[in-house]
Structures are given as structure tokens and as C-alpha cells.
């Protein structure tokens, strides 16, 4: 596409490539397998294509990966240390690219990744109410307080209530789920564990209050004991 006086305005790009997930949230340490798709405008390659793969204005070099006939590679990431990190995917063939000087999203496809710590103090912490508040529902309570419109986070009675679901909601499998808690997924592993530990601990006191109510033993709800 060209203005009136013929300077371009829009330039086609005939080899793209997308990431699959484009994003990426880790706990310290972990490891992930991204997938790469190559396209040759808008189709399958046919042949195999090059990915250059630079750090945004980091210190790895670049690491470069090549797809099979169909456009598709994969290629490892590895958390690392805590923070955030972004990659440029420059797709080629024959001539190397130059890496870019910057990030621009609005050409370039690209990868981030953001490392949560692993808070390995904070999950060897006694799963006190004092201690959950502190190192796990404080910040939300501050940061979401539209929360309290179901839940309050600085209550403990109605976080005691709610503790099975709470640890569900919070559950690593549910991560990608559209109901997570939190929302802004900086939940880190050390404070996870942290909660789930409390969320046992209440669960279990339910359960023995149940068996002993009013001093009588009942059956166990669960089918559990002898």
C-alpha cells in the first residue's frame, strides 16, 4: 500500500511466525516447551523455516531454531531467576536477520515470560491466620477491594467458611481457567503452598468438630475411620 506520491505505507511481510502460548507465567525454575508456526503468507511453508529467537534488550544471545515442512517447531524456556522477559521471533531464510534494537509490537511477533519467586520462607512459615493474612491475603485485600463484595479477604470467619473454595479457586491446575484466584496471577508457589497448608488445617478442624459435636462421636462425613 502506497500513499499518492508512491511512499510506501504498508509493506508485506511474507514469513511470520506465532508462539503458542505467546505468554507465559512460570514459577522460579520451571521449565516450558513453546510452539512455534511458521507461515509463508498466510500458508504452511512448504520447507523448513529458520526462527531467530533475541532477548529484548537482554544479555542471551540468540538462539535459533529451525521448523519442519509444515512451519512447526518447539523450543525450551526456562524461568530462571524471578522477573519478566520478553523475545522477538524473527522468522528467515538464507540471509541471517539483524538482530532489532527494540520490542515493536505493533511488527514484531514475540514471547514474555514472567517468573514468580519461589518463596520458599513464606512456605515454611506455621499456617497461621496471622501469617496467611500477612504473606498472602494482604495484598489482595489492598489491591481488589471490589473482592468484598463477595469475599472479604481480612476476615478470617468468612475465609474459614470459604477455605475448601478458596483453595480450590487458588489450585495450580486451574491456573489458565478463567476463574483463578488471584486474578492478576502473582500468586507465588512458597505463598500457594503457604495457604493450601491453612485451607488443610481448617478443613481438618471441620471435620473433628463434626465427629464430637455436642460431645458425641459421629460418623465420619467423608467414610472415613473404622
Same mark, same amino acid.
Not at 208 to 224: C, M, N, T
Given at each position: 500500500?502506497?500513499?499518492?506520491?508512491?511512499?510506501?505505507?504498508l509493506?508485506?511481510?511474507?514469513?511470520?511466525?506465532?508462539? +503458542?502460548?505467546?505468554?507465559?507465567?512460570?514459577?522460579?525454575?520451571?521449565?516450558? %516447551?513453546?510452539?512455534?508456526?511458521?507461515?509463508?503468507?498466510?500458508?504452511?511453508?512448504?520447507?523448513?523455516?529458520?526462527?531467530?529467537?533475541?532477548?529484548? +534488550?537482554?544479555?542471551?544471545?540468540?538462539l535459533?531454531?529451525? !521448523?519442519?515442512? +509444515?512451519? %512447526?517447531? !518447539?523450543?525450551?524456556?526456562?524461568?530462571?531467576n524471578? /522477573?519478566? %522477559?520478553?523475545?522477538?521471533?524473527?522468522?528467515?531464510?538464507?540471509?541471517?536477520?539483524?538482530?532489532?534494537?527494540?520490542?515493536?509490537? /505493533?511488527?514484531?511477533?514475540?514471547?514474555?515470560?514472567?517468573?514468580?519467586?519461589?518463596? +520458599?520462607?513464606?512456605?515454611?512459615?506455621?499456617? !497461621? =491466620?496471622?501469617?496467611?493474612?500477612?504473606?498472602?491475603?494482604r495484598? =489482595?485485600?489492598?489491591?481488589?477491594?471490589?473482592?468484598?463484595?463477595?469475599?472479604?479477604?481480612?476476615?478470617?470467619?468468612?475465609?474459614?467458611?470459604?477455605?475448601?473454595l478458596?483453595?480450590?479457586?487458588?489450585?495450580?491446575?486451574?491456573?489458565?481457567?478463567? /476463574?483463578?484466584?488471584?486474578?492478576?496471577?502473582?500468586?507465588?508457589?512458597?505463598?500457594?503452598?503457604?495457604?493450601?497448608?491453612w485451607?488443610?488445617?481448617?478443613?481438618?478442624t471441620?471435620?473433628?468438630?463434626?465427629?464430637?459435636?455436642?460431645?458425641?462421636?459421629?460418623?465420619?462425613?467423608?467414610?472415613?475411620?473404622?
Open positions: 500500500m502506497r500513499s499518492s506520491d508512491g511512499t510506501p505505507l509493506t508485506e511481510q511474507p514469513l511470520t511466525v506465532v508462539a +503458542d502460548p505467546p505468554n507465559l507465567y512460570l514459577e522460579e525454575g520451571e521449565r516450558r %516447551r513453546v510452539s512455534l508456526w511458521a507461515f509463508l503468507r498466510g500458508k504452511r511453508p512448504g520447507a523448513p523455516v529458520s526462527v531467530a529467537i533475541m532477548e529484548a +534488550d537482554g544479555p542471551l544471545p540468540p535459533e531454531v529451525h !521448523t519442519d515442512n +509444515d512451519g %512447526r517447531a !518447539t523450543f525450551p524456556i526456562n524461568a530462571g524471578p /522477573g519478566s %522477559r520478553t523475545w522477538v521471533l524473527v522468522p528467515w531464510r538464507e540471509t541471517p536477520p539483524t538482530p532489532p534494537m527494540s520490542l515493536d509490537p /505493533g511488527v514484531s511477533e514475540y514471547v514474555t515470560l514472567r517468573a514468580t519467586p519461589a518463596d +520458599d520462607n513464606v512456605a515454611n512459615l506455621d499456617p !497461621t =491466620w496471622e501469617n496467611v493474612h500477612q504473606y498472602v491475603f495484598d =489482595w485485600e489492598a489491591l481488589a477491594p471490589c473482592m468484598d463484595n463477595w469475599l472479604r479477604l481480612g476476615d478470617e470467619g468468612q475465609c474459614r467458611r470459604y477455605a475448601s478458596i483453595r480450590s479457586l487458588t489450585s495450580r491446575q486451574r491456573f489458565d481457567e478463567y /476463574g483463578y484466584m488471584p486474578v492478576t496471577r502473582d500468586l507465588t508457589k512458597g505463598q500457594r503452598v503457604l495457604l493450601h497448608r485451607c488443610d488445617a481448617v478443613a481438618e471441620a471435620i473433628q468438630a463434626a465427629l464430637v459435636a455436642d460431645g458425641k462421636p459421629k460418623k465420619d462425613p467423608f467414610g472415613r475411620g473404622f
